[in-house]
């Protein structure tokens, strides 16, 4: 809300328009709190004043934090006086405050701001091509992104330290499958050495029978001929007695 007292009918209606179709486009992302004639107020709060911005944008969860405060402006309401009853004033809330311009008053716009050391995080121009209202982004303060940077060099490295992080998991879990293929060969040729000793075991053994048995046989096969040879004596014997 401007504090001029007569705007242009047509000015009027540009300003209007433009702040609908800003409220239609931040919409989905912000709950947007829009003062204009002939719609409930949302004023804001600062200090001991309420402040009545043409657009307030809140985030949409319970605690309704102020995430901008967007002021609209015409040809006509561009001067000192709205510069210091409303950008002075909306420059000190904490929140981002925007500026939404014409087109061609981007040169005097910059002019007052710094005159009056008022800190506007970014400046739109808007123009209308027949039905159509087109913004650029004419303006953006650079200490802000100086101070998003950190946050970005911060994100990085989280996100180095979750690399390295899986990496690390990575090369414990290669560590570990490599000691249980290790234990495995170990366990496979500890395994086949016993085997082995085992079957070398059974072999002498068998051997070490065999040997053992080969000496009984012949004694065996000895006394088999020494009977067979003591009765064929003693049957010789025999003969010789009996022709005799």
């Not at 901008?68 to 950008?87: F, R």
């Not at 009056?116 to 992104?145: C, P």
């Not at 690390?168 to 040729?189: D, M, Y």
């Amino acid at each position: 809300m401007s504090p001029i007292l007569v705007r242009p009918v047509r000015e009027q209606f540009e300003h209007d328009r433009v702040i609908r179709l800003l409220q239609t486009r931040w919409r989905r992302r912000y709950e947007v709190g829009v003062n204009l004639s002939g719609e409930p107020p949302s004023p804001l709060r600062f200090g001991r004043r309420l402040l009545v911005p043409d657009l307030v944008l809140y985030s949409h969860d319970e605690e309704r934090e102020l995430l901008g405060v967007v002021e609209v402006e015409t040809n006509a309401s561009i001067n000192h006086l709205e510069a210091m009853s409303q950008w002075m004033v909306f420059a000190r809330v904490r929140a981002p405050f925007h500026l939404y311009i014409p087109l061609g008053a981007l040169d005097a716009v910059r002019r007052l701001c710094d005159a009056k050391e008022i800190f506007v995080e970014e400046i739109w121009t808007y123009h209308t091509i027949g039905a159509q209202v087109r913004w650029t982004l004419a303006y953006r303060d650079r200490s802000r992104a100086t101070k998003k940077a950190p946050k970005r060099a911060s994100s990085k490295l989280k996100r180095s330290k979750k690399t390295s992080k899986k990496k690390n998991v990575k090369v414990g879990r290669k560590a570990v499958a490599g000691l249980k293929t290790g234990r495995s060969k170990k366990r496979k040729t500890a395994t086949a050495k016993k085997t082995k000793t085992a079957t070398a075991k059974k072999t002498k053994t068998a051997t070490a029978k065999k040997t053992t048995k080969s000496p009984k046989r012949r004694t065996a096969v000895a006394k088999k001929t020494a009977r067979k040879t003591t009765k064929l004596a003693r049957s010789r014997s025999r003969k010789t007695s009996v022709k005799s």
